[in-house]
Structure formats: structure tokens, C-alpha cells
């Protein structure tokens, strides 16, 4: 969960226009003349839209504060509740939640105080501060929720740069680690290729059955390092169910998100078990880059003929269209003569599931999924 939109951000505004019914009502039943009346409507209209203008660039990524809609909000508040009295007192309550969520924080209690104070004084003013207490009350108490809102995005903002970071760390590391194990691989492979081709290369013209051995030995190294690399190749594609839970527990627990998965069950066909781990694999991966999710549940059902993995979070969600990975993953499905379906969970989240058959033809040799 990234940082709210603008309409998700007006929507936290409008519950607190709750509070315009009071001089709404003033307006309408307090006998005054025409041009105060129509001065008083646009000044409340004017009020209104440049405060729901401050929480529409509120929470955002400017560094700046709105300054001049701020003054605004301020000016015509105060003005309003000074000059028509108790009804219009309520305004100030609008004036601390822009303070809240706009200022830089060594200024929000400052102004969310003098909101308050000013509510209080035109109350005392009329007489009426002990019957309607709670305005001034109201200021603060809209202050501490708008402020602990915006502490609470700010620190999901941090959450989601660190699941990113620990993303891009992982695949770096990843690519690291395979870059490592190649070097080791075929570093002394190569060398001793390059050694004798350049030994066989003087040794033609003179000695050519020498020549010839060491053209023998340069084949067998070439060779031999060619199986090496198929047996690293192999090795980083083959990949097994439980294997894949374990590497999806570690990388999940390390992004703080919990994860239910099944205990180790009966023994599946080798391919079906590779599948399944590619499965859980690529589910993994979306997790934590798309989903913004707390928690994963993996749940295993295998039946007679039929085995079902779903991989369930309650992020996000979404009906965007599949990716590569998805794509990907439905391919090597349907070579085991299995089925994908994703989209958007029932709740909330993102559904994965794999169907793939025990009684294809390709799955032949059983293996433990533990």
C-alpha cells in the first residue's frame, strides 16, 4: 500500500463536513439581512473548498506545506465564527484539522491550540462555553486522530521502500551468488583450456602427436566444464515444494509477513512436485513486490487422481492482467496437463491457484514433498 490518492484522501475529509450543519442551520433560520447572509454563504463555501483542497495535497510526497490555502482556511474561520457567533464556533474544529495533516510538526499544536482558543473565547463570549464544551475539545481530539493517521501513513510508506529494498537486495544477492558459483566453476576449467591451446598451438609444427594430446586434453576440460555448468544450471532450476515453502518463509518473515502452509504430506509425482514448487515460488515473488500483504496461506489439498495448491493473501488484490511470471507459470502448468487461475480473493487479496493431475503421463517418478 503505497501513498493514498487524492480522492482516498478527500474521502478522510468529508466525515468532519458533519460539523457544517451548525452554521448551515444558523444561516438559514437566523433572521439577518440579505447581504451578510450571502457574504456569510460564500465565506462558508470559500471555507470549504480550499479545505478540502489541503487535504487533497495532503499525505503526499511535496516537501512543502500549503502556506496561502492554510492562511485562508485560518483567516475566514476565525473570521466567520467572530463576526456570526456559537453556531460558526465549530469552523475552528475544520481550522485544527487542516493544521494536522498540512504543518510541519513544531507548528501543529501551536495552531491546533490557538483553533481551540479561539472556539472557546467566541463561546464565552455569548455565554454558551459550558453548555457546548465540547467544540474546543473537539479541536484537539481532531488533531490527535489526524496526526496518528499521518504517522500511520508515513510509517506504511516505510514499510513498503523497505519490502522494496529487501527485494531488490535478495535478487542481487541471488545474481551474486550465481556469478560466484560459475567463476568457481569454470575458472580453473578455462584457464587450463586456454594454457594448452596455447601449448598445443606451438607444439603443431614440431612435435604433432604432442600437439594432438594436449588438443585431447583440451576437449576432455571443455567437456568436463560443460557437464559442471549443466549440473549448476540444473541445479538452480530444479526446485521442490518444500523447498520452495522453506525459501517463501524465510523471504516472507524477513518482509514481516506471516506465512500458513501445510506440513509435509504424502509423496507426489517428481514433476508435479517441481510445478508445485515453481508455484509457490512465483506466488513468493508477487507477495512482496505487489501485494503490500501481512499475511500468505498456502493450502494443499491432494486427492486421488488430482492434486490443488492455492497460495492466498489478504493485500491488495486486483484484476490486473498476468505478467511474464504468471504467464510463465501457466506454461509449465499445462506441461504437466495442469491448470492456473489467479485474480482478486473473495475478501480481499490475491488468489493463486494450481490444479495439476497425479495420473499424467509425465509424472512418473514420486517423490516426498517434505
Same mark, same amino acid.
Given at each position: 500500500?503505497?501513498?493514498? $490518492?487524492?480522492?482516498?484522501?478527500?474521502?478522510?475529509?468529508?466525515?468532519?463536513?458533519? *460539523?457544517?450543519?451548525?452554521?448551515?442551520?444558523?444561516?438559514?433560520? @437566523?433572521?439577518?439581512?440579505?447581504?451578510?447572509q450571502l457574504v456569510a454563504a460564500a465565506g462558508l463555501v470559500a471555507f470549504?473548498?480550499?479545505?478540502?483542497?489541503?487535504?487533497?495535497?495532503?499525505?503526499?510526497?511535496?516537501?512543502?506545506?500549503?502556506?496561502?490555502?492554510?492562511?485562508?482556511?485560518?483567516?475566514?474561520?476565525?473570521?466567520?465564527?467572530?463576526?456570526?457567533?456559537?453556531?460558526?464556533?465549530?469552523?475552528?474544529?475544520? %481550522?485544527?484539522?487542516?493544521?494536522?495533516?498540512?504543518?510541519?510538526?513544531?507548528?501543529?499544536?501551536?495552531?491546533?491550540?490557538?483553533?481551540?482558543?479561539?472556539?472557546?473565547?467566541?463561546?464565552?463570549?455569548?455565554?454558551?462555553?459550558?453548555?457546548? *464544551?465540547?467544540?474546543?475539545?473537539?479541536?484537539?481530539?481532531?488533531?490527535?486522530?489526524?496526526?496518528?493517521?499521518?504517522?500511520?501513513?508515513?510509517?506504511?510508506?516505510?514499510?513498503?521502500?523497505?519490502?522494496?529494498?529487501?527485494?531488490?537486495?535478495?535478487?542481487?544477492?541471488?545474481?551474486?551468488?550465481?556469478?560466484?558459483?560459475?567463476?568457481?566453476?569454470?575458472?580453473?576449467?578455462?584457464?587450463?583450456?586456454?594454457?594448452?591451446?596455447?601449448?598445443?598451438?606451438?607444439?603443431?609444427?614440431?612435435?604433432?602427436?604432442?600437439?594432438?594430446?594436449?588438443?585431447?586434453?583440451?576437449?576432455?576440460?571443455?567437456?568436463?566444464?560443460?557437464?559442471?555448468?549443466?549440473?549448476?544450471?540444473?541445479?538452480?532450476?530444479?526446485?521442490?515444494?518444500?523447498? !520452495?515453502?522453506?525459501?517463501?518463509?524465510? !523471504?516472507?518473515?524477513?518482509?514481516?509477513?506471516?506465512?500458513?502452509?501445510?506440513?509435509?504430506?504424502?509423496?507426489?509425482?517428481?514433476? %508435479?512436485?517441481?510445478?508445485?514448487?515453481?508455484?509457490?515460488?512465483?506466488? @513468493? =515473488? $508477487?507477495?512482496?513486490?505487489?501485494?503490500?500483504?501481512?499475511?500468505? =496461506?498456502?493450502?494443499?489439498?491432494?486427492?486421488?487422481?488430482?492434486?490443488?495448491? @492455492?497460495?492466498?493473501?489478504?493485500?491488495?488484490?486486483?484484476? !490486473?492482467?498476468?505478467?511474464?511470471?504468471?504467464?510463465?507459470?501457466?506454461?509449465?502448468?499445462?506441461?504437466?496437463?495442469?491448470?492456473?487461475?489467479?485474480?482478486?480473493?473473495?475478501?480481499?487479496? *490475491?488468489?493463486?491457484?494450481?490444479?495439476?493431475?497425479?495420473?499424467?503421463?509425465?509424472?512418473?517418478?514420486?517423490? @516426498?514433498?517434505?
Amino acid at each position: 500500500m503505497g501513498l493514498p $490518492n487524492r480522492w482516498q484522501r478527500l474521502g478522510w475529509a468529508v466525515p468532519w463536513l458533519l *460539523f457544517q450543519v451548525f452554521p448551515v442551520a444558523d444561516l438559514v433560520s @437566523t433572521p439577518r439581512p440579505l447581504p451578510v447572509q450571502l457574504v456569510a454563504a460564500a465565506g462558508l463555501v470559500a471555507f470549504t473548498v480550499v479545505y478540502l483542497g489541503i487535504f487533497g495535497d495532503a499525505f503526499g510526497e511535496r516537501r512543502d506545506w500549503p502556506r496561502v490555502p492554510l492562511a485562508v482556511v485560518a483567516v475566514i474561520g476565525v473570521g466567520l465564527a467572530v463576526w456570526l457567533g456559537p453556531a460558526w464556533a465549530g469552523l475552528m474544529i475544520y %481550522v485544527s484539522a487542516a493544521a494536522s495533516v498540512a504543518l510541519p510538526q513544531r507548528w501543529v499544536w501551536p495552531a491546533v491550540l490557538g483553533a481551540g482558543a479561539v472556539c472557546a473565547g467566541v463561546l464565552a463570549a455569548h455565554g454558551v462555553l459550558g453548555e457546548v *464544551f465540547i467544540l474546543p475539545v473537539m479541536c484537539v481530539l481532531t488533531a490527535f486522530a489526524l496526526r496518528g493517521m499521518r504517522q500511520l501513513i508515513s510509517v506504511n510508506n516505510e514499510l513498503v521502500e523497505a519490502r522494496e529494498e529487501l527485494a531488490r537486495n535478495a535478487v542481487a544477492e541471488e545474481r551474486l551468488r550465481f556469478a560466484r558459483d560459475l567463476h568457481d566453476l569454470l575458472g580453473h576449467s578455462l584457464s587450463l583450456i586456454a594454457l594448452k591451446s596455447e601449448l598445443a598451438g606451438r607444439l603443431a609444427e614440431r612435435d604433432p602427436a604432442r600437439a594432438r594430446q594436449e588438443m585431447a586434453d583440451v576437449e576432455a576440460a571443455a567437456r568436463r566444464a560443460l557437464a559442471e555448468v549443466r549440473d549448476a544450471v540444473s541445479g538452480y532450476r530444479q526446485v521442490n515444494l518444500a523447498q !520452495a515453502l522453506a525459501e517463501a518463509r524465510s !523471504a516472507l518473515s524477513a518482509a514481516g509477513i506471516a506465512l500458513r502452509a501445510p506440513a509435509p504430506g504424502r509423496s507426489l509425482p517428481g514433476p %508435479v512436485d517441481a510445478v508445485l514448487g515453481w508455484v509457490v515460488r512465483e506466488a @513468493t =515473488t $508477487n507477495v512482496l513486490r505487489h501485494s503490500g500483504a501481512r499475511s500468505v =496461506t498456502v493450502t494443499l489439498r491432494t486427492g486421488d487422481d488430482a492434486v490443488e495448491l @492455492t497460495v492466498a493473501d489478504d493485500g491488495r488484490g486486483g484484476d !490486473a492482467p498476468a505478467g511474464a511470471g504468471l504467464c510463465g507459470l501457466a506454461e509449465r502448468l499445462a506441461a504437466v496437463g495442469g491448470r492456473l487461475d489467479h485474480g482478486a480473493d473473495a475478501g480481499s487479496g *490475491f488468489r493463486l491457484t494450481a490444479s495439476v493431475p497425479l495420473t499424467s503421463p509425465v509424472a512418473a517418478s514420486p517423490v @516426498t514433498a517434505s
